[in-house]
Every structure is written in structure tokens, then in C-alpha cells.
């Protein structure tokens, strides 16, 4: 089956990753960028490290056939440095034009910070003033709950912010809900420890249905799997979902949402997947 991986770190992934992962489907990947391991002292250091999600890293996805896409921001992580988060995010529009750039992203909080929600806040500013999509990261385990119900609170009360535009990630039992209810696109990530596993995602879309909602693997330096989404699909095929409702997860909805985006591109297909899914 044809799958999209919405949210995955392929600079922290061998070559092997991405030959692995057209072997089993995937046509297409979006890389927000995120933490690398120690924080950054400098902007220039993240325009290095844009530079690598803009032209690096799709040269290696398109190797074996997968359209690399990607996100820019400076993340939660390092967003306690307010200075450098301005220097950033005065720098990302360079960047914006680029070939495979869907949007700002990954931007949320990480341990719910007076200083990390004025970058994030600063951040929505600049996606509402170029018309970008946004990609939210929602906190770890015991930060969960109250970070995403922060995010929430922020998102509704910037009138220019279309529901429809923003990707909630990292969602999971407590907080699915919540964003759904609230028009936003929902991200669940496969993780093995601090997200979900493919059980528990199919559990949640037994649950709150399939509108809205895809799944990712978010493979990064730490222990996870780039092959999370084929096996979600597993699982779902295991429980007897029809391939229909499996597609609409793991293509049809990634698609819905990224075409929304002007430097989205439609990937070669099997089976061409329908407008307006």
C-alpha cells in the first residue's frame, strides 16, 4: 500500500532508512525540523541546518523514488532563548519560497514555559503573515495535557488562524479530542515509549473515526522506527479494517492536508488517490 510518513527526521536516518521505506510503500515524507541532539548557539547555525531539510535530504529521499518535504522553525527545545528564537525566525523567511517547503513547524511547547509560548506565539505570527500551514509538537507524557491545552488557548484566540491549516502532532488518549473538536488536523506519532504504539493508534480510530487524522513515525535520534506506519497498517488489517479506511489514514488524509499547501507536489501513485479526500 502507498503511504505518506507525515512527520519524520531523515537527517538523523541512514540512507538504508529511505531504501527500506520504499520497499514498503512510502511514496512521500515531510521533515519538520526539530532539536539535533544539543542546542544551537547561533542562527547561522539553523540556516546550515535549513539548508540541509531544503536541498540535502530530497536529493537522498529522491534516490528511491520518495518526495522529501519539510518544515521550519527553531523547536520547543530551544525555544527558552528568546533572543536566538527571533534571530531565527527573522531569518526563516529566506526559506519559505523553496522548493518543498510546506509551512512552519514543528512549533509547540516542551515544558509549558512563559518563554517558549512567546516563540510559539511569534511563530503563528509569521505563518499568518506569509499564509503558511502550521505543524504543532505537543510536550512529552506528564506535560502533555496542560502544553496541548495551551496550544489550544493560543491557536483559538489569533482570529487569523484557520483551524483546517494546522496539523495538532504528537496527540494521543487525552488529547485527540480536543483538537479534533476544534477543527484542527490531528497527527498521531508511533513511538515506542513516550507516544503511541500502532495498538493504541488504532484504538484511538476506533474511537474517534478516521476525519482528520493520520498517523507518522517520527523517527529521530532517539529510539523509534521509520517503519512505524506499515506497521499500523498491519494492526489495522490485523482487526479486519477494510483497505479503504487504511488508505484514507496513512495517504488519502496526508494528502488532503498537505495539498493545501502551494509547493506541494503529487507523488507517482499505484492507485491515484482521489481529489478532496
Known sequence: MDYIDPHIHMISRTTDDYH????CGCVAI???AFWAG?????????????????????RRAAQFGIQHYSWLCINAKEAENVSLSRDVIAMIPEFLQKPGVLGIGE????????????VFQEHVDLAMRTNELILIHTPHLEDKLKGTRMILDML?????????????????EHTVAAALDGGFWCGMTLYPTTKCTPQRAVDIIERHGTERIMVNSAGDWGKSDPLAVPEFILEMRRRGHPETVIRKIVLDNPLAFFRQSARWREPAL???APRGA
Not at 527500506?20 to 520497499?23: E, F, I, K, N, V
Not at 483559538?156 to 494521543?172: F, L, Q, Y
Open 20 to 23: 527500506r521505506m520504499a520497499r
Open 156 to 172: 483559538k484566540s489569533d482570529r487569523r488562524v484557520n483551524p483546517a491549516r494546522v496539523c495538532v502532532d504528537h496527540v494521543e
Open 30 to 32: 515531510s521533515e519538520p
Open 38 to 58: 544539543f542546542d544551537r548557539g547561533s542562527a547561522d547555525g539553523f540556516r546550515d541546518y535549513f539548508r540541509h531539510l531544503v536541498e540535502v535530504e530530497p
Open 107 to 118: 512549533i509547540g511547547l516542551n515544558k509549558n514555559t512563559r518563554n517558549e509560548a512567546i
Open 270 to 272: 499505484r492507485v491515484e
